[in-house]
């Protein structure tokens, strides 16, 4: 597959079609319809919003359109779209509710054109017998229907759009390690990208496509363009974010979240939230992972702060559940902060807008923070505790055909946890064993675009178990082998420093430390892999 090649012409669609040429700054978008004029200026902004993941603003935008014209059909399709989330979760009971209302508002409308006709009916083969058909199903006859209508209009972008958004979303559900989807899905936006260079679809759904270890440099330069193509919206200066982290592109991935946090902060505000929006707490994940890796502990620590002092999160979903609980369980755990992990619990302001009832997964992060913790600072009896938690948490979790396999991401963190209990007993055959099924089962997977990174990566995990096992060569093997699917990650890097140190391989060591000091050198110096690596450095420095 060839690399992106950014076309250097503005694309310039003719007026007719509706060209996203004023309101908010969302890229260039055109549309046919047979609405109205006003009608039709907004679903341009309906769809530049819904290209960017900005669900609620693209609903308002479709709404607006049916008000402005009550014979509008297709705006009532966008409702409908508005409530489908390819790439995040599957529906809820109510948007399936009233997505389902809106689409039979459309169909009863009859819209005037073949082709808008053609558009209900294939959002309809997703939304049809919704509560007897299971998602996966449901979401993989959408994407046949989206490519028939792709070959009926070969020159409709939307459509191409859509259908690539959907391979994505069905290449998520089959975890194929080939990514066809994935490809098939970038081959039709790469015939896109030289004439819609400014479409904000076009590079949102390839830093999507491209989100996977083997193919993040493919979406570099989507990354780097995305969030001047849509600058209105708060997502797209978060989502290039994805790939920079892939690529352990740290100051970039700190940059694009500082700019999506004020984002989100200026979302809740312009909206009269009373507390904050989710998507300000997505990107606080995000920007405590990465002031982790680079060693600014002093920042992450100011995101858990203001991640405590949030009173109420609108709305109280799965992007909340994650952030909520990881963003804690990562300073401490990232900074081997034991005895700290192995008594965490959650601020009570999180715990109040917190939905862990729905997203137990979430109360795993905690679980595992405790187990990891109590085991690796010499508390056994509290440390099997916590893994029977996270058993328990696993036991409980029913995974809806393709939605995102989360029983599997408490399962690995069980395994990490259960292995440092066994060492910490004693049992230092059965803690390798645990540790290296956990590692295997975590390259097995991949991980939620909800999440930067695993709280902590099992095979880096078993990269540490065989340094306190004495086996330093085997460690380097292992941080090596993680750092090729999360590479640059700080306490990796400090790992394969270490143990190639131990292992007497002065060279390797020296490049380790020294790509250490190049990550986090500006970091604020709180960490003892930094002074360590400053004085490997002064003591192996070129005479």
């Not at 509706?18 to 679903?43: E, I, K, M, W, Y």
């Not at 399936?96 to 209302?101: D, F, Q, S």
């Not at 606080?284 to 060693?295: F, I, P």
């Amino acid at each position: 597959m060839n690399a992106l090649i950014i076309a250097s012409a503005i694309a310039l669609a003719a007026p007719h079609e509706g060209d996203h040429d004023h309101g908010p700054r969302l890229g260039q978008v055109s549309f046919q319809s047979t609405c109205n004029a006003t009608a039709q200026a907004q679903l341009v902004t309906g769809l530049g919003w819904l290209h960017s993941f900005e669900y609620a603003s693209a609903e308002q935008a479709f709404a607006a359109a049916a008000e402005a014209d009550p014979t509008c059909a297709i705006a009532h399709w966008g409702v409908a779209m508005s409530n489908y989330h390819p790439l995040w979760a599957a529906p809820t009971p109510a948007e399936l509710e009233k997505a389902g209302a809106a689409l039979a508002k459309a169909r009863a409308l009859g819209a005037r054109s073949k082709r808008e006709q053609d558009y209900i009916a294939a959002l309809d083969t997703f939304y049809r017998d919704a509560a007897t058909v299971d998602h996966k199903t449901r979401t993989l006859a959408y994407l046949a229907a989206l490519d028939r209508l792709s070959k009926r209009y070969p020159d409709d972008r939307e459509a191409a759009l859509f259908h690539a958004l959907q391979l994505i979303a069905a290449g998520m559900m089959d975890q194929d390690p080939t990514y066809a989807r994935e490809k098939e899905a970038a081959a039709i936006l790469n015939r896109i990208l030289p004439d819609a260079p400014n479409h904000p679809g076009v590079a949102h759904y390839l830093i999507h496509g491209f989100d996977y270890p083997a193919l993040a440099r493919l979406g570099l330069e989507a990354a780097r363009r995305y969030a001047s193509i849509a600058p209105a919206s708060a997502h797209a200066q978060h989502m290039p974010s994805h790939i920079f982290t892939r690529l352990g592109l740290w100051e970039e991935m700190i940059r694009s979240n500082v700019a999506a946090d004020a984002a989100g902060r200026a979302y809740a505000r312009s909206k009269g939230m009373a507390g904050e929006w989710d998507q300000r707490l997505h990107a606080m994940d995000y920007l405590a992972y990465g002031y982790l890796q680079t060693g600014q502990d002093r920042e992450a620590e100011r995101v858990l702060a203001e991640l405590n002092a949030i009173k109420t999160v609108e709305p109280p979903v799965f992007t909340v559940g994650y952030a909520a609980t990881a963003i804690p369980a990562r300073l401490v755990l990232e900074r081997r902060r034991w005895k700290e992990a192995a008594s965490l619990e959650l601020h009570e302001n999180v715990r109040g807008y917190a939905p862990l009832d729905s997203f137990a997964w979430g109360k795993a992060h905690i679980y595992f923070a405790r187990a990891v913790g109590a085991a690796r600072s010499g508390n056994p009896t509290l440390a099997r505790r916590e893994v029977a938690e996270l058993g328990k948490v696993e036991q409980a979790l029913v995974i809806p055909p393709g939605t995102y396999d989360w029983r599997t991401q408490v399962a690995i963190e069980r395994q990490v946890a259960d292995a440092w209990l066994a060492f910490a007993e004693g049992r230092k055959d059965d803690a390798l064993k645990a540790m290296r099924a956990a590692a295997d089962l975590d390259d097995s997977t991949e991980k939620h675009p909800v999440t930067p990174g695993a709280v902590l990566p099992a095979r880096e995990q078993l990269g540490d178990l065989l340094l306190e096992l004495g086996r330093p060569a085997e460690a380097m093997r292992e941080f090596e082998a993680s750092m090729a699917r999360a590479p640059r990650r700080l306490a990796a890097l400090y790992g394969a420093a270490r143990a190639a140190k131990l292992a007497g391989n002065m060279s390797h060591a020296s490049r380790y430390y020294a790509a250490l000091l190049e990550v986090a050198g500006k970091g604020d110096g709180t960490r003892v892999e930094l002074r360590e690596a400053k004085a490997h450095a002064t003591q192996h420095e070129p005479r």
